[in-house]
């Protein structure tokens, strides 16, 4: 069987994941404590979405080298900023502990293959 070919950055697999972990997210800090609305709750989701966003325009400027790199950086720091923002969440006993792990683990995931990704371009870009 063969791979449906990618027309969309919403066909990569690190795309779907990055989104999927963002909406996850997004519903587990419904949770959070009102205080925390205008910080901790509003950071967590403004990063993850940040991840598919950045991807996003990364995949439309495949015809520039650089620019594309530079989009997958800032989504490779978004996902980090993320990881930071779930271990306040464990920390301060907003999301258990598997579920912090769970999460952490998925951007570590994204990570990986934006360092794929970012280290070797080539295949990606669009060809002129």
């Known amino acids: 069987m063969e791979k449906e070919p990618i027309k969309s950055h919403e066909d990569l697999e690190v795309y779907k994941m990055a989104f999927d972990t963002a909406m996850k997210i997004f519903e587990l800090s419904k949770k959070f404590p009102v205080e925390e609305r205008y910080s901790l709750t509003d950071q967590i989701r403004r ?5 598919c966003a950045n991807l996003a325009e ?11 790199v530079a989009k997958l950086n800032d989504s490779e720091a978004e996902a980090a900023e993320t990881q930071t923002w779930l271990k306040f969440a464990v920390k301060c006993s907003y999301l258990d502990v598997d579920t912090g792990k769970e999460l952490y683990g998925n951007y570590n995931r994204v ?18």
């Open 47 to 51: 990063s993850s979405r940040s991840v």
């Open 111 to 128: 990570l990986g293959i934006l360092v794929i990704i970012i280290n070797n371009p080539s295949p990606w870009l669009i060809k002129r």
């Open 58 to 68: 990364a995949w439309r400027k495949r015809r520039y080298e650089a620019a594309f």
